[in-house]
């Protein structure tokens, strides 16, 4: 079993619609999860983090945490063309562990 | 407030030749992280550095590879001998603590002809 686990997709979503990405982690002493939002050819962006169990928004985002199911996803409201990315979930117990990426493909 | 740096942005050396890859990490950080990236696949770890210190290379290939984040100056991955597997994207990152967020550098393309 992978420690951090992603569908690697591609996940495709219209524009405007919701996109939902998930992402699951097997060490349960994990205290910290990232998002990250690679474009291609590009480095990785960090987009949210989030520590405590719920949702926490940040503008047209909302990473949502659930430390009993050891699941973290993000959404994207209003989805734009671009936000066609690979998006990088990562995790943190006694070192950050970094899923293998989700491809989002955002159609106009 | 400067970002991650990296340099050079692209590099390019013949095979046995010894590739030298550097990282400054944003103002504050003291933690450096160094990932490699073929292309249409994940971010691989290779090592982890705080300052004069390695603390986890357990990403990084036994021979040939080295990596250093000396008290002074940014950190350097070092490839000796290279080969034509070793060309990808290698990236940097840094963070404040070692639990906390990590920031990107742009990447150093290697290309091994």
């Known amino acids: 079993q992978k420690e951090v686990e992603q569908n690697s997709g591609p996940l495709s979503v219209p524009e405007g619609a919701i996109a939902s990405l998930n992402c699951t982690y097997s060490?349960?002493?994990?205290?910290?999860f990232f998002w990250y939002r690679q474009y291609s050819g590009k480095s990785p962006e960090l987009i949210m983090f989030?520590?405590?169990?719920g949702d926490k928004e940040d503008g047209r985002f909302t990473a949502q945490l659930n430390k009993a199911s050891q699941y973290v996803s993000l959404l994207i409201r209003d989805s734009q063309p671009s936000d066609s990315a690979t998006y990088l979930c990562?995790?943190?117990?006694?070192?950050?562990?970094f899923g293998a990426g989700t491809r989002l493909f955002v159609k106009a | 407030n400067a970002g991650v740096m990296q340099n050079p942005r692209h590099l390019v050396r013949r095979r046995g030749q010894e590739a030298r890859l550097r990282c400054s990490p944003m103002?504050?950080?003291?933690?450096v992280y160094w990932y490699r990236q073929l292309p249409e696949e994940g971010l691989k770890f290779m090592v982890y550095?705080?300052?004069?210190?390695?603390?986890?290379e357990s990403g990084m290939p036994k021979e040939r590879f080295s990596a250093e984040f000396p008290k002074e100056g940014p950190s350097i991955l070092r490839i000796q001998q290279v080969v034509r597997g070793d060309s990808a994207a290698y990236f940097c990152?840094?963070?404040?603590?070692?639990?906390?967020?990590?920031?990107f550098g742009p990447g150093t393309r290697l290309t091994v002809t």
């Open positions: 103002k504050g950080h003291s933690h």
């Open positions: 060490d349960r002493g994990s205290q910290s």
């Open positions: 990152a840094s963070s404040q603590t070692g639990v906390d967020e990590q920031y």
């Open positions: 989030i520590y405590s169990n």
């Open positions: 550095l705080q300052k004069e210190n390695i603390i986890d």
């Open positions: 990562a995790v943190h117990s006694f070192k950050t562990i």
